[in-house]
């Protein structure tokens, strides 16, 4: 069990040096088609926009945040003790990842419209403290004895879609305030939503029998011919099945010449998933397992084989889901942002940010201060810190360059992970290019009255 368990360790260590995005930090840039994923209230900075095919934007980050490299391997040596200390008492492997198939904004005065299509996988694994502690301690441990374990955290989902996105913005009242939206028509893949986990085992202190008591809901698409239906998907994606919508919502106000707010909501809506869809549900429901009859055991050894499956039939009748067929609703993942920023000068930028993201109906938090100067007239870089659950330090960086009509941009959410790996759950890149036309038509700043 201890082999298995370090396995386990492993590879959830392992799992989050892959790449994919959370999306906490909010990217400002030269008003260019990157904010468009973070704050629809954007004029641009020029007439016209292209994004180049897939290069037009890639977002990629993963998170572990229970424990680093460095917290469970000592001496090249797995410390499970001393990790499973260390854990929350829920702890999240997330993935996401996105990409932009192709991407483009029009400015016309006050008005701005754009449009595009990214494909997105997103995914969250979820194990609790609990779990880990029995797997390496026993039930029959002092820490645990008549205790009730609670595995209610355990959770697996994972979702894959295209997004295909118009959007307009306008500003108002001499451009001191801007609205916008943008209106997601989102194809679905594939899905495994845990919409429901909530299990618990106890060991009686005097008598030492085990009850397992839970429920859950699981809902999902994918079978046997998994791959073979994400493949088809994503060449018909008008094909009417796994549909469904996703608004985004932003302002920005500009006061005291100086000083501006900025909020959005993003992606809030969902999919409803109805190809192959299938839901396994198990109502509230526990097993209590006394141990074997030791005196029937010793006037008949042979009875071992048979008491045992006896409680296995017990335990698999009491613990055995419903299984039906039927279109069900899983939402988007939704993110939020609220920040207030200072234009300093020309070239010096201040931006401090509050950020969630719901990830598959759980909510991570982040809060960050973000620092922007520019280099001459075609190069800002951007800098800062952020803190991820309010206990993860990250480093965010990033440049964005505009070398005549190409902009180029790329940065992280921690740099920290770029140079001590051990040290950090948190890897995150994000890269973009893109063409820019009439940039030298830029949005009249009005100083309020």
């Known amino acids: 069990m201890k082999k298995l368990l370090s396995l386990i360790i492993l590879l959830l260590i392992l799992g989050s040096s892959v790449q994919a995005q959370i999306a906490t930090n909010y990217v400002f ?22 994004g180049l095919p897939v290069l037009g934007g890639i977002d990629a980050n993963a998170v572990h945040n229970g424990f680093t490299y460095d917290d469970a391997i000592t001496n090249d040596q797995v410390n499970i003790g001393s990790t499973i200390d260390q854990l929350r008492n829920e702890n999240d492997l997330l993935f996401n990842s996105s990409f932009q198939l192709f991407n483009f904004g029009l400015r016309l005065g006050n008005w701005h419209f754009r449009g595009g299509a990214q494909q997105v996988i997103q995914a969250r694994i979820t194990y609790p403290k609990s779990f880990m502690e029995l797997a390496w301690k026993g039930n029959g441990h002092p820490d645990l004895i008549g205790r009730r374990l609670d595995f209610g955290g355990f959770a697996v989902n994972a979702m894959a879609y295209t997004d295909y996105f118009v959007g307009v913005s306008k500003s108002l009242m001499d451009n001191r305030l801007t609205l916008g939206a943008n209106l997601h028509y989102l194809q679905g893949a594939d899905v495994v939503y845990t919409e429901q986990s909530s299990f618990g085992l106890t060991t009686d202190p005097d008598t030492y029998a085990l009850t397992a008591d839970g429920a859950f809901i699981l809902r999902t698409t994918v079978d046997e011919d998994a791959l073979d239906s994400i493949s088809a998907d994503y060449l018909n994606p008008f094909n009417g099945a ?142 800062g810190a952020q803190l991820f659950q309010f206990d993860q330090f990250l480093w965010p960086v990033g440049l964005t360059l505009n070398a005549g009509p190409v902009q180029f941009g790329f940065g992280t959410d921690n740099l920290i992970a770029a140079f001590a790996p051990t040290k950090s759950g948190v890897f995150t890149g994000h890269f973009q290019i893109g063409l820019r036309f009439g940039r030298d038509g830029k949005v009249k700043k009005t100083k309020p009255e």
């Open 29 to 50: 840039s030269d008003e260019a088609a990157s904010i468009w994923m973070n704050n629809p209230a954007s004029l641009g900075n020029e007439r016209f926009f292209i």
């Open 242 to 383: 796994n549909a469904g919508f996703s608004l985004d919502l932003g302002v920005k106000y500009r006061f005291l010449e100086k000083f501006e707010l900025q909020a959005s909501a993003m992606n809030v809506g969902g999919i409803r998933w109805d190809r192959n869809a299938q839901s396994y549900t198990l109502g509230k429901t526990s097993f209590t397992y006394n141990g074997l009859d030791l005196e029937d055991l010793v006037d008949n050894p042979d009875s071992t084989t048979s008491q045992l499956e006896e409680v296995l039939d017990s335990l698999s009748t009491s613990f055995e889901p419903i299984e039906q067929a039927g279109s069900f609703n899983a939402p988007s993942n939704a993110r939020f942002y609220l920040g207030f920023g200072y234009e300093m000068n020309e070239k010096n930028h201040l931006l401090l940010t509050a950020a969630h993201l719901r990830s598959f109906n759980k909510g991570f938090n982040s809060v960050s201060a973000m620092y922007r100067h520019k280099f001459g007239r075609i190069l800002w870089v951007r800098t």
